[in-house]
C-alpha cells in the first residue's frame, strides 16, 4: 500500500513538472505569450488531427494572405495560423520519432514568430 502511495505521488509531481515545462516553451519574448497559449491550447488537437492536404491547404492560406498587400491580418489570425503550424510540426515528431528534435525545432520557430516582426514586414512590401 506504501509503495502504491508513492508511486501515484511520484507520478503527479512528474506530471506537473512536466506540464510547466512545456506551458513554458511557449512564453514568448515580445509579450504575446498568453495569446500564444490559449490559441495553442484552443487549436492543438485541430491541427493535429489535420492529414497532409488539410496542412497543406493551411500553410498555403496562411502564407497567400501574409503576401497580399492589402491584407493585414489581425494579431489574433496570426497567432492562429502560427500556432496550428507549431501543433502540426510537434505531431510530426510524434510520428516519427527519428525527427523529433528537427520536429521540435520548428515547432519552437512557429511559437517564435511575432505579430509586430509581420507588421515590419508589411511596411517594407512595394
Known sequence: MKKI???AFITVL???SSSAAFGQAIAAKDGDGQIKEALYKKYKR????YDKKEFDALFFEFFQKQKEQKLVLSKEE???????IAAYSEKLGMLYKDQKAEAQKTKQEWLDKSYTEYLQSKKQQP
Open 5 to 7: 502511495i508513492q508511486l
Open 14 to 16: 512528474m506530471t506537473c
Open 46 to 49: 485541430e491541427a493535429q488531427g
Open 78 to 84: 496570426f497567432y492562429t495560423y502560427t500556432v496550428k
